[in-house]
């Protein structure tokens, strides 16, 4: 009766295991698999036939980590849950039958019998769904932090950045140079040849601004034809010397988008106080930008 008991147990056992929307499989001390659920042949494509009383070291499932390393060979968490008596956790990416390399949250534990480790157990579930989330949740991430019309910092970000850089220039001693370029006349370009022209004319500039900067400089679009550049580490001469370039390169281009005719900018330019708060550098920008537009356009003016 004992007998019938034990197998009745068993056969429960292995039924409620094989009803889990997790991959589940045994293996003894020596990591020959003894037992595979039908979600571990369905995550994995490989059957139980296939895999019953090989050697997870036989390494047909290849798990990496996420730097590329082969687990199974030198940092296997089975051999670890059955060495150290210990559970593990983590993300790694194991090889299906068909090839395709899938991400799995694993969590592997040592298995006793009379007070002795016999083995050790490892659950496993896909999580492709969860770095899709992830990779969703990044590109959200990026895309509120993008000016979708030029792919430059928008406004939020650029004044976050502007924050930022001020902490870190004040930080380490370095001097920040921080300008606000506006286009000349951008209502008459846009009443002129249309806003699809007006569109094109800010990407451009976006496109000459990259060319013409750091790659380590910020630049945004705070709103409509307005920009904000972060020049770091550098000394407002520096900064203004760059800014001039900038400026004569966008007036003597012929632009295509306007049927060759030219375009101008005026820029207003000022130094980080250690005092400043981000408010009290950009209105001394924009007040410079104001003096610069007020002197005729196509200028540059330091404040």
């Not at 980590?65 to 940092?75: P, S, V």
């Not at 980080?272 to 920008?285: M, N």
Request: hydrophobic share 35%; aromatic share 8%.
């Amino acid at each position: 009766m004992k007998r019938v008991l034990q197998e009745l147990s068993d056969s429960i056992f292995k039924n409620i295991v094989h009803q889990l929307y997790d991959g589940v499989y045994f293996v003894n001390n020596e990591r020959q698999i003894l037992f595979w659920n039908k979600q571990a042949e369905k995550i994995t494509g490989y059957s139980a036939r296939a895999v019953l009383n090989k050697f997870c070291h036989d390494n047909f499932l290849m798990h990496t980590d996420e730097k590329g390393r082969q687990l199974c060979l030198q940092e296997c968490p089975l051999t670890q849950s059955i060495k150290n008596n210990h559970r593990y956790a983590k993300r790694v990416y194991l090889r299906r039958k068909d090839g395709v390399r899938l991400p799995v949250d694993i969590r592997t534990g040592p298995i006793k019998h009379a007070g002795r480790i016999v083995g050790a157990v490892e659950i496993f579930r896909d999580a492709s769904i969860y770095e899709r989330i992830q990779r969703q949740r990044d590109r959200a991430k990026v895309l509120a932090q993008i000016d979708p019309l030029t792919s430059l910092s928008n406004r939020r970000d650029i004044l976050k950045r502007l924050g930022q850089e001020m902490k870190k220039a004040k930080k380490f001693g370095e001097e920040l140079s921080v300008a606000v370029m506006d286009v000349d006349y951008f209502k008459e370009i846009n009443d002129r040849y249309g806003h699809q022209t007006g569109d094109a004319v800010l990407r451009n500039l976006a496109a000459l601004l990259r060319q013409n900067l750091r790659p380590t400089d910020c630049i945004g679009r705070y709103g409509g034809e307005e920009f904000v550049l972060l020049l770091k580490n550098t000394p407002s001469q520096n900064a203004r010397i760059v800014l001039e370039r900038i400026r004569r390169a966008v007036g003597e281009k012929r632009w295509p988008v306007m049927k060759g005719h030219r375009l101008t900018v005026s820029i207003g330019l000022t130094k980080v106080y250690p005092e400043d708060f981000p408010d009290d550098v950009f209105k001394r920008a924009d007040q410079a930008l104001y003096r610069a537009k007020r002197s005729g356009r196509n200028s540059l003016r330091v404040l």
